[in-house]
């Protein structure tokens, strides 16, 4: 009789033990979740100018951002922009991708009214063209 007693006090001690090494875990990634800023990153930019980097979503509190990776080569066209595409297939056109004095703005804050992001465009204004475009694996929010 003593020995089954002992063997279910082991397993209570046990259950205990894996129940707050679970909730220990869960909070670490909660705090890890809302504490830090998560990175996404998406495929290789592809498309009839653009064809190198890639960019990178973090979110900062509130602010969902975007930054072009360090090997993104910006294109030789007149009017190249950010362009977003969410989950739904919706286009948003934003900034310009150069401005005065051949600056490169190379990050940029993603809109409260845009809901998610699917894909991330570089997009020509001028000529009206996708010059390229890069997916993340699931939508960004």
Known sequence: MAGILRARSAR???LVLLLCFTLAAGVAVAGQMNGRSMQHTTTKFSGV????????HIKQGSQNILTL???????DTPDPHWQ??????????????????????KS???????????????????AEALLGEASFAAPVK
């Open 69 to 75: 990776s360090d090997d993104f080569q910006v294109p």
């Open 49 to 56: 100018k653009v064809n190198a980097g890639t960019a990178i």
């Open 84 to 105: 977003l595409v969410d989950s739904r297939g919706t286009t948003y056109l934003l900034d310009r991708l150069t401005v005065k004095g051949d600056r490169t703005i």
């Open 108 to 126: 940029i804050t993603v809109p409260a009214y845009v809901p998610d992001v699917a894909k991330v465009q570089i997009y020509c204004s001028w």
């Open 12 to 14: 209570s001690v046990l």
